[in-house]
């Protein structure tokens, strides 16, 4: 028959030492080098993104200065002339101008009437559409600017 061990003569559980903290295992490595890469290819991203959007932020900057409706159309021009080949931005104005803003953005709605008048002060409105396109417009890879 099996001897019952009483309670005095068991002893205690011996824990093994705690894993050291370093050298971390080959799944720490595996990580940091994943999380390296994403970040590194997300801020050449963003820096890429934001080199070629530099023309938008220009054209903020001088719709911000626009004094009048012709200083909008020179703005809005300038950054169209940036996105666009020349031979199909230059030549535009009045009715096909207000068609090609309004193609190229969705969001926005000019009018002929709006752009008229250069001399005028600029609206509210007209600022505000004038940054919206800038911000907004999208140039099609087939260097059209049709929706």
């Not at 890469?37 to 911000?64: H, K, P």
């Not at 509210?124 to 940054?131: D, G, I, P, Q, V």
Request: glycine fraction near 6%; charged fraction near 20%; proline fraction near 6%.
């Amino acid at each position: 028959m099996a001897e019952v061990l009483g309670l005095d003569q068991l002893h205690d559980i011996v824990l093994p030492p705690a894993p050291p903290l370093w050298p971390p295992g080959e799944g720490f490595w595996i990580a940091l080098v994943t999380l390296t890469v994403v970040v590194v290819a997300g801020l050449r991203w963003r820096r890429e993104r934001r080199r070629r959007n530099a023309y938008r932020q220009a054209g903020l900057d001088l719709l911000a200065q626009a004094q009048n409706v012709y200083h909008v159309s020179v703005a809005l021009k300038r950054v169209a002339l940036a996105a666009w080949p020349r031979e199909q931005v230059a030549p535009l104005h009045g009715a096909d101008w207000v068609r090609f803003l309004n193609a190229t953005c969705r969001r926005c709605r000019f009018t002929e009437d709006s752009l008229a008048q250069p001399e005028a002060a600029v609206a509210k409105a007209l600022r505000k559409s004038a940054a919206r396109w800038i911000r907004s417009h999208v140039v099609h890879t087939d260097g059209t600017g049709g929706q």
